[in-house]
């Protein structure tokens, strides 16, 4: 019982040393997430689960800035000025804790995406146009002959790319939607990725709007009110013939009853006028 009871109490403490040491990721976010371009300011902060004595900030796997903090924060703020290519990069952070003590692990990565508008946008067409059917496949092309590298696919209403593709010899990417439904609809653009180093893309160029429209209703097929009517007819017209019918029934009951009744008194009506 005694080596059990030890054991128990050695599992519990380990355990609990463990936790004191495996503090709660913090969460990173960028602001703004979208639409940076090289030359522009943007925030980093690191939500913080608990108090902590200092954050720092990884560029890469790189560490690029601590700050001390005060107890009460729970949110430590970076601010990157003049976006640079090489800060369009990975971003995590990690904080010290105070109470309990220890180092947490680092944040889920942001990617920092940023455009260079020095490149110019890459061209786009949908095929076939604009209005579809149902159930289509759909094309859509993406072109930039020179600077094209990997190519990226965007819908409006969507923080993050909705495809990528390589491009083919031409510098052509070819995205397909096969079977589009209505929830395809949107308007679309590509942008492509810069070679080199970083998270650089071209700006987005013009936009493409498809629009597909919901599959005609087959004749025939979808006779539902027409049918409900139908049944409606049908069933006033049994309930009519079935309503004759008792009704029917009976009044000759009772006319039988009538008649039985006169048959059995002695010297009935027919007979008195006899
Ligand atoms: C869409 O593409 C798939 C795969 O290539 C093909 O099997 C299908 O028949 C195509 N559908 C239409 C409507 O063209
Ligand atoms: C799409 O492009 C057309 C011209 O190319 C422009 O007039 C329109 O404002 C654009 N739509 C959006 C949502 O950007």
């Known amino acids: 019982m005694a080596p059990e009871a030890v054991a128990l109490i050695l599992g519990w403490w380990l355990l609990a040393a463990s936790r004191a040491q495996q503090l709660p990721r913090p969460s990173l976010s960028l602001h703004p997430s979208q639409g940076v371009s090289l030359g522009d300011t943007v925030t980093l902060r690191c939500h913080l689960p608990q108090p902590a004595a200092w954050v720092e900030l990884y560029q890469d796997g790189q560490l690029r800035s601590r700050k001390e903090m005060d107890q009460e924060q729970d949110v430590a703020e970076f601010s990157l000025t003049g976006i640079k290519q090489e800060d369009a990069v990975r971003y995590q952070c990690q904080y010290q804790g105070l109470e309990p003590a220890g180092t947490s692990e680092r944040s889920d990565p942001v990617k920092l995406v940023v455009t260079d508008h020095r490149y110019p946008p ?135 009853r009538r008649q039985m009744q006169r048959d059995e008194r002695p010297g009935g009506e027919g007979v008195k006028w006899l």
């Not at 859509?140 to 094209?148: A, R, T």
């Not at 395809?184 to 893309?201: A, E, N, P, T, V």
């Not at 006779?223 to 409900?228: L, V």
């Open 122 to 256: 890459p061209g786009i067409s949908l095929s076939p146009k604009e209005h579809v059917e149902m159930g289509r496949n759909i094309t859509i092309q993406c072109w930039n002959k020179k600077y094209g590298a990997s190519f990226l696919l965007h819908k409006d209403g969507h923080s993050a790319p909705i495809q990528h593709q390589e491009p083919d010899d031409e510098g052509t990417a070819t995205f397909t939607l096969f079977g589009v439904t209505p929830a395809d609809s949107g308007i679309y653009r590509c942008s492509y990725r810069l070679g080199g180093c970083c998270l650089l893309f071209s700006p987005p160029g013009d936009n493409v709007t498809l629009e597909v429209i919901p599959r005609p209703a087959i004749p025939g097929d979808n006779g539902g009110p027409s049918r409900n009517l139908v049944a409606v007819v049908v069933g006033r017209w049994v309930a009519a013939i079935v309503f004759i019918i008792i009704l029917t029934v009976s009044v000759l009951l009772v006319a039988q």
